[in-house]
């Protein structure tokens, strides 16, 4: 059998998971095989799967299935989350030939790496799923115009409805040092924009003590890293993926409002807006807490954009539950929410919990928080219209297109100009069109020259 050359990949669920599947992609490259499209039929293909998707168990069997209908003598890997909590109902899925757990996914090429000697497609089933506890670092590199770089793993919470902790350990991180010379790294290679990205991000540094003389103290925290990475030349934007409210600190926000590459744009999960609810779910704060960090945010950063994770149809949510969290959100001054329709997974707490919410009621508050998140965003891209941001512009699906987001996380849409993709250009915003997106013309002035505020 000669030794297989290509490869393909598919990546479910987080910024994580596409930091990671893009180093292990570079590690393949590194032993000289070339990656191909998924339907294109590869020699190897890698699953990187997600537990917090939906029907985690129907994507993989369906993934696995396009693999072998491109190939069907293709070595089939399944690697993630995922793989982690399941093992053994990957490795009855027909066609999978190779299971890899969060500590054991880097390994890959350990156990293919020279498939002649293999015994083939069929024979191979290995499971090799362990506690993941040591740290990998990972980032993607895919269009050049924005990077997700992975700084911390695990999670040391135990929020009652979440998987992660099973699927990715506890809480732990790359040094400082390391991150920077990865930020540096990707610089070089001519990206623009760092999405910093971790399970519990602002956890940065958690674990990490050193012990000077008779003195414990924390190595570094989420702060030290984040001004640390402000001073890497070459990467002109950061953007922070997500962060608790607990950890989003007066420090942290004062830094980013004061940075210079750091962008206005938080990401704070809430879960409800209600406090029982919260408590039930094992949520670290209450919901004044969250209003407290918005409220901060908007008088140190007035433009700023904040997103908001909510989950709908927690168990015991009940009719006037759902509405009190809909109208704390309604009053808060954010920018947009992601909506998540709560549905049991296997080991958690909150999947035993008492007065389960029906699917119908799940699906309609979730209808209603997406149509006030519609709301929330056009206010937000209405107070910019007329005034100028700088934007990093990318390819669009629509070849005449071009679109990219700017500091403050407004989509823009306009005319394509080669010589504007992967580079930051100020623009003048001028309307909200068809798409929800903002038309906007490209101004030919500094980059500096743009509205702060
Ligand atoms: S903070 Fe809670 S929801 Fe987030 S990863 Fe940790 S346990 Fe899961």
Redesign the pocket.
């Known amino acids: 059998m000669a030794t297989p050359r290509t490869v393909a990949f598919h990546t479910l669920g987080c910024k994580l998971n596409y930091a990671e599947t893009s180093s292990i992609e570079r590690m393949f490259a590194a032993k000289g095989f070339t990656s191909v499209n998924f339907d294109e039929g590869a020699n190897i293909y890698v699953i990187n799967t997600c537990s917090v998707t939906d029907f985690a168990d129907k994507k993989c069997r369906q993934f696995v299935r396009r693999a072998l209908k491109a190939s069907p003598d293709a070595f089939v890997v399944v690697i993630g989350c995922y793989a982690q909590l399941k093992p053994d109902e990957i490795a009855e899925i027909p066609g999978v030939d190779l299971v890899l757990g969060a500590s054991e996914k880097f390994r890959v090429l350990d156990y293919i790496d020279d498939l002649s000697k293999a015994p083939g497609k069929g024979m191979i089933n290995v499971k090799e799923v362990q506690t993941a506890n040591s740290f990998t670092d990972a980032f993607s590199f895919g269009d050049r115009t924005r990077s997700f770089l992975k700084v911390q793993d695990g ?5 009652s ?2 998987t ?2 099973l699927a990715r350990g506890s809480s732990r991180s790359d040094t400082v040092e390391s991150v920077v010379a990865n930020a540096e790294k990707i610089a070089g290679m001519g990206v623009k924009e760092i999405v910093l990205t971790g ?2 991000l602002g956890d940065f540094g958690n674990g990490t003590e050193v012990i000077e003389g008779a003195k414990v103290k924390k190595e570094a925290m989420f702060i030290d890293l984040i001004k640390a990475l402000d001073q890497v030349e070459g990467i002109e934007r950061f953007r922070i993926s997500s962060i ?1 409210p607990n950890l989003c600190t007066n420090e942290v926000i004062d830094f980013v409002a004061a940075a210079d590459r750091f962008v206005p744009h938080f990401h704070i ?1 809430l ?1 409800s807006g209600n406090d029982k609810q919260l408590k039930a779910m094992r ?1 670290r704060y209450q919901r004044s807490l969250y209003q407290d960090r918005v409220d901060y945010i908007r008088r140190k950063m007035p433009h700023a954009c904040i997103g908001v994770d909510v989950i709908v149809g927690f168990p015991g949510e009940t009719d006037e539950d759902f509405l009190e969290s809909y109208r704390f959100i309604e009053q808060l001054d954010v920018s947009y929410l992601h909506v998540f329709t709560y549905s049991e997974r296997a080991n958690t707490d909150a999947a035993n919990m008492e007065a389960p919410v029906d699917m119908a009621t799940r699906k309609k508050r979730n209808e209603m928080l997406r149509a006030l998140s519609e709301q929330k965003r056009r206010s937000f891209y209405k107070i910019f219209l007329g005034r100028r941001r700088s934007v990093l512009f990318e390819a669009h699906k629509d070849k005449n297109l071009m679109s990219g987001f700017t500091d403050n996380y407004i989509k823009i849409e306009t005319g394509f100009d080669a010589d504007m993709i992967n580079k930051i250009s100020v623009v003048q915003l001028m309307n909200i069109n068809d798409s929800g997106n903002v038309e906007a013309i490209v101004l030919d002035i500094p980059e500096t020259v743009f509205d702060h505020v």
């Open positions: 999670c040391n919470y135990k929020c409805f979440c992660i902790p399970v519990n608790e999960p879960q949520r």
